[in-house]
Structure formats: C-alpha cells, structure tokens
C-alpha cells in the first residue's frame, strides 16, 4: 500500500525575499505601507482549506479576522475566503494587519499581487509606524507558517513585541519639498538638466524619479510644486507594470505630490493622465514634441508647448512665446517638456 507523501513545512517552503517601507505616495496608496516580496514553493498550490486545522487556528489566535470583510465586502468575508480556500501570501496580508489593530493600530488597506515569476507575490499593507509596519511583516509571515504546520497556538508575544517597538522612533516624515519631480521611460535626465538651465534659482530642487524607484520605495519627497510626466512607456519595472494600465497609475503618483492648483506637464494626447491630473487638484500644461496637438489637448491647457520649425514655441501665460532652438543633440520631448515647466513658473501662469 502505497503513503500519502507528508505535505511540506510552510516554514521552510514559504521564504521572505524582500522587505523594506515606502516613506512616501507610492504606486499602491496614497499612505506608507510596507512590502515584502515572497516565494511561496510548495504552498502555490496549497491553500488554507486544504490544510486541515489552518483557518481554525488563525481564528482562535485572532478572532478579530472576523471583522475583516475581504472582497466579499461583509463582516467574516475574510473567514470565509480561508475556509474556502486561498492562499499564503493572502493570508500573510491580513495577519499583518490584524497584529497591527491588536496592538492598537487602525489599519486596513492591503494588497496582494502575483509576480512576475511562479510562485512569486508581493504584498503590501499599511502601517502607522514605519518599525512596527516591518517587524510585523516577519512576524506575521511566521503566524502563517506555523498556522499551516499545525503548532501556532498564540500571537501574544508578537503583538507585545509590537507594542514596544511602538513606543520607540519612527523614522522621521519627509519635510522636504522640492520644485518639480519628473518621471518617464526615458529623457528623466535631459529634462531635469534643461529645467535647471531654465530655473533663475539653481538651488531649487528638480527631482528624477525612476520608475523603479517609485515602485519598490515610494516618492522620495512629500510635496511639490509641479510634476513633469513625460510618457507612460516604462522600461526600468517588472513586466506587469510596463502594461498601460500599471504603468498610468504608477506615473500618476507624481501628481497626488503637487500641491493644490500646482502645475502638471502632461504628453498631448495622455488624456488618462492629463485627467487624473485635473482630478487631483493640478492644473495641467501639455506638450508634444511636434506641431500635432489635438484641441481635446488645448482646450482646459493652462499653456501647449510645441515644436515649430525646430523652434520651441509656447501658447499661454502670456501669450504665445518662443522659447528657443531645439538641440538636435538631445531628444525633443524632454526639451519642449523642461521649457513649458519654466515658462508656468512665471506669475501670469500661477494665477
């Protein structure tokens, strides 16, 4: 008679590959959350209902997971997702939020994502404090593993640790305030360097955001003035995030930093973008790197900027305004961009 082979241990087939918190807006939410990146082995395809005893003992250990409504959008959703079945990383999401509410937090946003590779997931959750988001990641991944190994029995200790870890420093907030980020696939770096020509104050502070750094870290400033988005074609993320939809959101970060009635530089014809900009309280110029600007582009512009007869033209503000030769040396879209962003600082634009 042939054995039913011995399911593996969560604790050595479910392993952590990357932790850390974002300080700033980030891709996920428009609050600090924290992140860890798992391989899951074995468990991609073990879930709680087939794990006899899982979901019993996670529940005996934080009856609060009742109050969780999950995308079944009631009170016990969540338990019913468990007895139905699902997954690791899900499950290692809630956990980490419910040690936080049990120690006194309020937190609820979390998220929970395939990767690029099988067996691979990132999960982000919110945190009040930057430390107690990080200890309580690891934690929770060692509530999960012992839950599916049959030998969790309390969470005291954990949520005791959390509660000390509380009462220490968090990391400081960002006080920081810079001029303008500017974020794209390409051209980040010649848009920054023709603003700052551009900029009467050379101490100002022009930011390039990297696209990978905004996914994996978050904003690395709070506010703005103005934001520079030169195009949602994205080569420095993970596949998944290069696709139109990601890669909008992710952009679109920069705009929940810019102060209220500041100024967003959108490509003509992002009309996705150019309203979310709108939506949250910008103003919006838009550029193109030719003379096609559509008037579904020009008409709720606070300026357009185009490219005439290899000249920079600028419709707005002040009226129409060349702002000067391209340089055949170096991309357009970048240029056009830098010198629209300069010409809105002036006080007729700010209005």
Not at 54 to 71: I, K, Q, Y
Not at 317 to 332: E, N, R, T
Request: aromatic fraction near 4%; proline fraction near 5%.
């Amino acid at each position: 008679m042939t054995g039913v082979a011995a399911r593996p241990e969560a604790a050595s087939e479910i392993r952590m590959t990357m932790l850390h918190a974002t300080r700033g807006k980030n891709f996920w939410s428009l609050r600090p959350v924290t992140r860890m990146d798992l391989q899951v082995g074995a468990f991609d395809e073990i879930s709680s209902a087939e794990a006899a005893g899982t979901t019993e003992r996670l529940v005996a250990a934080m009856p609060g997971l009742v109050e969780h409504r999950c995308s079944i959008g009631e009170r016990g959703g969540f338990i019913v997702r468990l007895r139905r079945g699902t997954y690791a990383p899900h499950i290692i999401e809630h956990v980490a939020l419910e040690l936080q509410t049990m120690m006194g937090h309020e937190v609820g946003f979390g998220r929970t994502r395939g990767g690029d590779v099988e067996g691979e997931y990132t999960l982000v959750f919110e945190h009040r404090h930057e430390q107690v988001g990080l200890r309580a990641a690891a934690l929770a991944l060692e509530v999960v593993q012992q839950a599916f190994d049959g030998v969790l029995e309390s969470v005291d200790a954990a949520v005791t640790e959390l509660r000390a870890i509380a009462e220490g420093p968090d990391t400081p907030p960002l006080h920081g305030r810079v001029l303008c980020g500017i974020i794209g696939g390409d051209g980040r770096a010649e848009a920054q360097q023709a603003l700052r020509e551009r900029l009467e104050d050379p101490e100002q502070l022009v930011i390039d955001v990297s696209p990978n750094y905004l996914l994996q870290a978050g904003l690395p400033y709070a506010r703005s003035r103005m934001a520079i988005i030169l195009d949602a074609e994205l080569t420095d993320v993970p596949p998944r995030y290069q696709e139109e939809a990601l890669a909008i959101k992710l952009v679109n970060v920069l705009c929940d930093a810019v102060e209220r009635d500041g100024m967003v530089i959108c490509p003509a014809k992002a009309w996705e973008i150019q309203d979310y900009a709108r939506d949250s309280g910008c103003r919006v110029a838009v550029f193109a790197a030719d003379e096609r600007v559509t008037s579904r582009d020009t008409r709720r512009a606070r300026a357009v900027a185009l490219v005439r007869d290899g000249r920079i033209v600028i419709d707005g503000c002040d009226g129409v305004s060349d702002a000067g030769a391209l340089d055949p040396a170096l991309p357009a879209a970048p240029q056009v961009a830098a010198a629209l962003a300069a010409t809105t600082l002036c006080t007729e634009c700010r209005r």
